[in-house]
């Protein structure tokens, strides 16, 4: 009964072009159909008879490419069809291997001792087959048992064989780098070949190995560079320039050398692949080479104006590699550049603004900021922000170096907090605050902004735009001092739009108002105070403008409008919010209760400023930006121990502690981490000053709700108050370095001194040594770099290194077998020789005769 | 600054870092080709070639992400669309697109002349193309495009030489 069904099978078997056929015409979805049909193809793929087998792998091959069908499980099957004698079989049984096994396929090693024969096989296709099957799916293993065959066939007579060979050797290396020292000597004749499909195969090899390290093959420069003056194919000259490049960024001589054939071929009428890659080449890596330069920067102008888009992007794109070097090459360009600001392609687009960014410097920037903003407008929502991130970035790095007119930038930044599109708020936020903190002088203009940024409808509804009304409230509280009327400020803090805004901002907001109210209660009290006795020293007489001058009037009217706007969030379910509130609100209660007393009694006028001057002492301390390696500098206090205690603390409050770890780009010092405390705490809860303010003013009150509930987390009291102390007095203690340190450098003299309008401080920091990454030097250290070290170099120094490695890692067996190879060459002493045949024969004569040979090669 | 970095592309932002892995974890992630990608207008993948290891799911969404990029773009537009952290070269013709995945560096010209070169000896090979031939064919466009590419490089450009290949391999069958 088996054996008729399966002879039924074999029989009925659909072919491949049936189950295309019945695909097609399905008219609902294929789905069922090919379940039916992987149904069939389970059955037939387990007959014995192998010509059905490899039909219904063929077809299976096709469900899994197409349609996405699981094939690993016949993995074993496409095993069995390749070993069939059948050429059409093998190739079926091929093409599904290198199309579903991968390292981990377990029937891998099954196929060894077939690849091995059809390696081996008389017949070409065969071999062309099984190589193409080791390109794909060459495991560690795989390459290692079949190196030599893979070496006999660098060598074969047919050019076909050998060409695919030599691209197998590629995989080969890769996997088992010890390949390099049989293969590597054939790989390296076939420089020489004269046949084009060869040469274009080997260097596309060289092409890649190369890249990955380039140092090793610098010896093989002479074979490239013949090629290079040779050579007329397309596509090999370009794979020689690729390596060129590579090679010169590590020997500058050598860029001399290849400038003029480069230089040849652009003049030549190439095609344009061949010549963008020359410009490619030129712009990257010989941009010292004037004359070509030049010719280069002349053919980009060519790309640039041509219609053909791809052309034009490419010439944009080759401009910007050329741009940090040679800027004249952009400038001259220039209209081009913008001109493509405006192309249809969001690609040529954004390599425009690229460019243009690159352009930037302190005497232009207004003007292409303008343009920018202009096109930031007009464009889609994902170009605008692009343009936006582009400016801000530009404008903020190193310090805002390139911007002197502060208060032109601060309403540039005001202008695009406004742009429809705009999504940047985080970023722009961010640097009003930076700004706010670092340049004394922008703060008053920072008021202004913020307080229209406060009362502009539209940023309200924008939810990517709140980072910037945070950022705006903070401003407009902290430095109150600058603005000439307060009570607008406190009136935009208070608006009743604000319930749109999340809770978060919204405390913000309520803390800003204390603050606008504090320094209005204070600004009344010294009129006050020096009315009544002029003799008194004014602590605050600088920043108590005419406009500020507060009547009992106003001044109650400022206390009424603040407890009528907060009055209805003391029941807000937020409790951050509703703190805060609650806060201010008993704050105003008490204040009112004295002004009013004032008014009637002079007597107690002393106790109710008293109270104000504790509130004004808190915020009265600058906020200033805070090196990021501050903490650093702080020796570490005996007994304090910061680890232990803290690893939990920071799994359980992780999100509060984040926002601080992460902002160090200088907002808040990083000790203060340590010291968020009960000083802290007291201010929020019982309005008692401290002498240190120079906290977030977000955060605190929730870290004192945390507090209560963690307390076993914290440090004790009496350990973070000292702490606290040490910190804000910088008097004290002098180990710890003061938190604004202003390096000399952020007096920069070379700065225009005939600007009309001199550029203010901007407080920079020791951003020298922070988040510089040392380059990892265990690149060098990969196998394949060292193998090949030792074939083409056999320096001394590789080979030691490569000894060490050995005597580490590996089994003594191989330790024994590398070690025997470096007598076999030490022995070897010919004559020198410019053929590779010989040096490789030869390492130790090569380690000698190597470097003079570049240099005459460079001379 | 650390926080922002010059230059990224916005495609690229698009993207979470650990998906475009897969495709810079190959043994050689300079310069060779990633895969090749044939696709109607609609989507359907009419021939796919991988030459790195990608599991079939990320294969799925690479045809998805790959046809969304290069389906709506206008052919006033360049041929190159950054796709992940590499670059997708592309070339529509009539219904079909071929998409090439390349390193960000590599030569866009090149590609662009071999995905022509490769539907020219398609053209050849079925007398005048069309996607129906490609569908009915698919092992034969395979074998012409293993003769093409080799190990995510490219093989032969010479379109003759692969058109007697294929003959060849024709008669053996």
Same mark, same amino acid.
């Given at each position: 009964m088996a054996s008729s069904n399966s002879l039924m099978y074999s029989l009925f078997q659909r072919s491949l072009e049936d189950l295309i056929k019945g695909i097609r015409l399905q008219l609902h979805g294929d789905s069922s159909f090919i379940s039916k049909s992987l149904d069939e193809i389970r059955r037939e793929i387990k007959l014995t008879d192998l010509s059905t087998k490899s039909i219904a792998l063929q077809k299976l091959s096709y469900l899994a490419a197409l349609h996405g069908v699981d094939m690993s499980w016949a993995a074993f099957h496409a095993v069995e069809v390749v070993s069939s004698s059948r050429f059409g079989d093998k190739r079926i049984g091929y093409h599904a291997i290198a199309q579903s096994f991968n390292d981990q396929t377990p029937v891998l090693l099954l196929i060894t001792n077939q690849l091995r024969k059809d390696l081996n096989s008389s017949n070409e296709y065969e071999v062309s087959l099984a190589l193409e099957c080791l390109s794909r799916v060459g495991t560690d293993d795989l390459a290692r048992d079949l190196t030599s065959e893979v070496f006999t066939l660098l060598g074969s007579s047919k050019a076909f064989v050998r060409k695919k060979a030599i691209g197998v050797v590629l995989r080969v290396f890769d996997k088992y780098p010890d390949a390099v020292k049989v293969c590597f000597k054939r790989l390296v004749e076939n420089l020489e070949s004269s046949d084009q499909h060869i040469l274009s195969a080997v260097v596309g090899v060289f092409c890649e190995l190369t890249t990955k390290d380039p140092r090793s093959y610098l010896p093989l420069a002479p074979e490239f560079y013949k090629i290079l003056v040779d050579s007329r194919n397309t596509w090999v000259l370009i794979k020689v320039l690729k390596v060129f490049a590579k090679l010169a960024s590590i020997e500058p001589r050598l860029a001399k050398k290849v400038a003029d054939p480069i230089c040849e071929h652009m003049r030549r009428n190439v095609g344009k692949s061949l010549l963008f890659e020359c410009i490619r080449t030129v712009v990257s890596g010989l941009s010292d080479q004037e004359t070509a330069l030049k010719l280069a920067v002349a053919k980009i102008r060519d790309f640039l104006v041509d219609d053909d888009p791809n052309l034009k992007y490419l010439g944009l794109h080759a401009l910007s590699i050329v741009a940090p070097k040679h800027l004249w090459a952009v400038l001259e360009n220039k209209e081009a550049v913008v001109k493509a600001l405006s192309d249809e392609d969001p690609n040529v687009k954004l390599e425009a603004l690229h460019l243009l960014m690159a352009m930037v410097n302190e005497d232009n920037v207004s003007e292409i900021s303008r343009i920018l903003m202009n096109y930031a407008l007009k464009s889609g929502p994902l170009f605008c922000n692009e343009v936006i991130g582009s400016v801000l970035l530009a404008c903020s790095r190193n310090s805002y170096e390139i911007v002197v007119d502060f208060d032109w930038y601060l309403s540039l930044l005001g202008e695009m907090a406004r742009i429809p599109h705009c999504q940047r708020g985080q970023e722009i936020g961010h640097q009003l605050i930076d700004i706010g903190m670092r340049v004394k002088d922008a703060r008053p203009e920072l008021v202004r902004i913020s307080r229209a940024l406060l009362i502009d409808p539209a940023l309200l509804g924008n939810q990517s735009l709140h980072p910037i009304l945070s950022a705006a409230a903070w401003a407009s509280g902290e430095y109150v001092e600058f603005s000439k009327t307060s009570y607008d400020i406190a009136e935009a803090l208070l608006q009743p739009r604000t319930s749109l805004l999340p809770p978060s901002i919204r405390a913000i907001y309520i803390h800003s108002t204390f603050k606008v109210l504090v320094f209005s209660l204070k600004a009344y009290f010294s009129a006050q105070e020096s009315t009544s006795s002029p003799l008194v020293e004014e602590s605050t007489s600088s920043v108590s403008s005419p406009e500020n001058a507060f009547t009992y009037k106003s001044i109650s009217s400022l206390v009424n409008m603040i407890e009528l706007g907060l009055c209805s969030l003391s029941g807000t379910l937020d409790v951050e919010v509703q703190e805060r509130a609650k806060n201010v609100l008993g704050f105003t209660g008490m204040i009112k209760h004295k002004i009013a007393e004032e008014v009637t009694a002079q007597g107690s006028e002393i106790e109710a $400023?008293?109270?104000?001057?504790?509130? +004004?002492?808190?915020? /009265?301390? +600058? !906020?200033? @930006?805070?090196?990021?390696?501050?903490?650093?500098?702080?020796?570490?206090?005996?007994?304090?121990?910061?680890?232990?205690?803290?690893?939990?603390?920071?799994?359980?409050?992780? +999100?509060?502690?984040? @926002?601080?770890?992460? /902002?160090? /780009?200088?907002?808040?010092?990083? $000790?203060?981490?340590?010291?968020? /405390?009960?000083?802290? !705490?007291r201010i929020s809860d019982q309005q008692e000053a401290s002498s240190s303010s120079s906290h977030p003013p977000e955060s605190a009150s929730l870290l004192a709700e945390h507090r209560k509930r963690h307390g076993m987390y914290y440090l004790s009291s009496q350990k973070s108050d000292d702490h606290n102390d040490s910190n804000g007095n910088n008097n004290t203690l002098n180990e710890y370095p003061p938190a604004n340190e202003i390096s000399a450098d952020s007096f920069n003299p070379k700065k225009k001194m005939n600007q009309s309008k001199p550029r203010p401080v901007v407080v920079k920091l020791d951003e020298g040594d922070d988040f510089k990454m040392k380059p990892d030097a265990s690149s060098n250290d990969e196998p394949l770099s060292r193998a090949i070290q030792t074939a083409l170099m056999g320096k001394g120094k590789e080979k030691e290194r490569e000894k060490d490695n050995h005597e580490r890692s590996l089994d003594p067996g191989i330790k024994e077998q590398s070690s025997r190879k470096e007598k076999k060459t030490k022995k070897k002493n010919g004559e020198k020789s410019s053929k590779h045949r010989s040096r490789r024969r030869s390492d130790k004569d090569a380690i000698a005769a190597k470097p003079v040979e570049i240099v005459d090669f460079l001379l | 600054m650390s926080w922002l970095t010059w230059r990224v592309p916005f495609q690229r932002r698009l993207v979470s870092s650990d %998906?475009? %892995? =897969?495709?810079?974890?190959?043994? =050689?992630?300079?310069?060779?080709? %990633?895969f090749i990608l044939l696709q109607n207008r609609q989507g359907k993948t009419r021939l796919a070639k991988y030459y790195v290891p990608l599991e079939e799911s990320e294969k799925h969404k690479v045809e998805y992400e790959v046809h969304r990029l290069v389906v709506n773009r206008d052919a006033k537009f360049t041929n190159f669309v950054e796709f992940r952290t590499h670059k997708v070269i592309y070339r529509r013709y009539a219904g079909l697109f071929f998409s090439v995945c390349v390193d960000i560096t590599d030569n866009e010209l090149a590609y662009l002349e071999s995905i022509h070169l490769f539907v020219e000896i398609l053209d050849h090979f079925f007398s005048n193309v069309c996607e129906l031939d490609l569908v009915f064919n698919f092992h034969k466009v395979y074998l012409i495009l293993d003769e093409f590419i080799l190990a995510g490089e490219l093989q032969e450009t010479s379109k003759r030489a692969i058109i007697e290949r294929m003959s060849e391999l024709e008669k053996l069958e």
């Amino acid at each position: 009964m088996a054996s008729s069904n399966s002879l039924m099978y074999s029989l009925f078997q659909r072919s491949l072009e049936d189950l295309i056929k019945g695909i097609r015409l399905q008219l609902h979805g294929d789905s069922s159909f090919i379940s039916k049909s992987l149904d069939e193809i389970r059955r037939e793929i387990k007959l014995t008879d192998l010509s059905t087998k490899s039909i219904a792998l063929q077809k299976l091959s096709y469900l899994a490419a197409l349609h996405g069908v699981d094939m690993s499980w016949a993995a074993f099957h496409a095993v069995e069809v390749v070993s069939s004698s059948r050429f059409g079989d093998k190739r079926i049984g091929y093409h599904a291997i290198a199309q579903s096994f991968n390292d981990q396929t377990p029937v891998l090693l099954l196929i060894t001792n077939q690849l091995r024969k059809d390696l081996n096989s008389s017949n070409e296709y065969e071999v062309s087959l099984a190589l193409e099957c080791l390109s794909r799916v060459g495991t560690d293993d795989l390459a290692r048992d079949l190196t030599s065959e893979v070496f006999t066939l660098l060598g074969s007579s047919k050019a076909f064989v050998r060409k695919k060979a030599i691209g197998v050797v590629l995989r080969v290396f890769d996997k088992y780098p010890d390949a390099v020292k049989v293969c590597f000597k054939r790989l390296v004749e076939n420089l020489e070949s004269s046949d084009q499909h060869i040469l274009s195969a080997v260097v596309g090899v060289f092409c890649e190995l190369t890249t990955k390290d380039p140092r090793s093959y610098l010896p093989l420069a002479p074979e490239f560079y013949k090629i290079l003056v040779d050579s007329r194919n397309t596509w090999v000259l370009i794979k020689v320039l690729k390596v060129f490049a590579k090679l010169a960024s590590i020997e500058p001589r050598l860029a001399k050398k290849v400038a003029d054939p480069i230089c040849e071929h652009m003049r030549r009428n190439v095609g344009k692949s061949l010549l963008f890659e020359c410009i490619r080449t030129v712009v990257s890596g010989l941009s010292d080479q004037e004359t070509a330069l030049k010719l280069a920067v002349a053919k980009i102008r060519d790309f640039l104006v041509d219609d053909d888009p791809n052309l034009k992007y490419l010439g944009l794109h080759a401009l910007s590699i050329v741009a940090p070097k040679h800027l004249w090459a952009v400038l001259e360009n220039k209209e081009a550049v913008v001109k493509a600001l405006s192309d249809e392609d969001p690609n040529v687009k954004l390599e425009a603004l690229h460019l243009l960014m690159a352009m930037v410097n302190e005497d232009n920037v207004s003007e292409i900021s303008r343009i920018l903003m202009n096109y930031a407008l007009k464009s889609g929502p994902l170009f605008c922000n692009e343009v936006i991130g582009s400016v801000l970035l530009a404008c903020s790095r190193n310090s805002y170096e390139i911007v002197v007119d502060f208060d032109w930038y601060l309403s540039l930044l005001g202008e695009m907090a406004r742009i429809p599109h705009c999504q940047r708020g985080q970023e722009i936020g961010h640097q009003l605050i930076d700004i706010g903190m670092r340049v004394k002088d922008a703060r008053p203009e920072l008021v202004r902004i913020s307080r229209a940024l406060l009362i502009d409808p539209a940023l309200l509804g924008n939810q990517s735009l709140h980072p910037i009304l945070s950022a705006a409230a903070w401003a407009s509280g902290e430095y109150v001092e600058f603005s000439k009327t307060s009570y607008d400020i406190a009136e935009a803090l208070l608006q009743p739009r604000t319930s749109l805004l999340p809770p978060s901002i919204r405390a913000i907001y309520i803390h800003s108002t204390f603050k606008v109210l504090v320094f209005s209660l204070k600004a009344y009290f010294s009129a006050q105070e020096s009315t009544s006795s002029p003799l008194v020293e004014e602590s605050t007489s600088s920043v108590s403008s005419p406009e500020n001058a507060f009547t009992y009037k106003s001044i109650s009217s400022l206390v009424n409008m603040i407890e009528l706007g907060l009055c209805s969030l003391s029941g807000t379910l937020d409790v951050e919010v509703q703190e805060r509130a609650k806060n201010v609100l008993g704050f105003t209660g008490m204040i009112k209760h004295k002004i009013a007393e004032e008014v009637t009694a002079q007597g107690s006028e002393i106790e109710a $400023s008293r109270a104000v001057a504790f509130m +004004e002492d808190v915020f /009265s301390e +600058e !906020l200033c @930006p805070v090196s990021a390696t501050a903490q650093e500098k702080f020796p570490l206090p005996d007994g304090l121990e910061l680890k232990e205690n803290l690893e939990d603390l920071q799994e359980i409050c992780g +999100e509060f502690l984040k @926002p601080v770890v992460e /902002s160090n /780009s200088n907002l808040f010092s990083s $000790s203060e981490k340590i010291s968020f /405390s009960v000083a802290r !705490l007291r201010i929020s809860d019982q309005q008692e000053a401290s002498s240190s303010s120079s906290h977030p003013p977000e955060s605190a009150s929730l870290l004192a709700e945390h507090r209560k509930r963690h307390g076993m987390y914290y440090l004790s009291s009496q350990k973070s108050d000292d702490h606290n102390d040490s910190n804000g007095n910088n008097n004290t203690l002098n180990e710890y370095p003061p938190a604004n340190e202003i390096s000399a450098d952020s007096f920069n003299p070379k700065k225009k001194m005939n600007q009309s309008k001199p550029r203010p401080v901007v407080v920079k920091l020791d951003e020298g040594d922070d988040f510089k990454m040392k380059p990892d030097a265990s690149s060098n250290d990969e196998p394949l770099s060292r193998a090949i070290q030792t074939a083409l170099m056999g320096k001394g120094k590789e080979k030691e290194r490569e000894k060490d490695n050995h005597e580490r890692s590996l089994d003594p067996g191989i330790k024994e077998q590398s070690s025997r190879k470096e007598k076999k060459t030490k022995k070897k002493n010919g004559e020198k020789s410019s053929k590779h045949r010989s040096r490789r024969r030869s390492d130790k004569d090569a380690i000698a005769a190597k470097p003079v040979e570049i240099v005459d090669f460079l001379l | 600054m650390s926080w922002l970095t010059w230059r990224v592309p916005f495609q690229r932002r698009l993207v979470s870092s650990d %998906r475009s %892995r =897969f495709l810079l974890n190959s043994p =050689f992630p300079e310069k060779m080709i %990633r895969f090749i990608l044939l696709q109607n207008r609609q989507g359907k993948t009419r021939l796919a070639k991988y030459y790195v290891p990608l599991e079939e799911s990320e294969k799925h969404k690479v045809e998805y992400e790959v046809h969304r990029l290069v389906v709506n773009r206008d052919a006033k537009f360049t041929n190159f669309v950054e796709f992940r952290t590499h670059k997708v070269i592309y070339r529509r013709y009539a219904g079909l697109f071929f998409s090439v995945c390349v390193d960000i560096t590599d030569n866009e010209l090149a590609y662009l002349e071999s995905i022509h070169l490769f539907v020219e000896i398609l053209d050849h090979f079925f007398s005048n193309v069309c996607e129906l031939d490609l569908v009915f064919n698919f092992h034969k466009v395979y074998l012409i495009l293993d003769e093409f590419i080799l190990a995510g490089e490219l093989q032969e450009t010479s379109k003759r030489a692969i058109i007697e290949r294929m003959s060849e391999l024709e008669k053996l069958e």
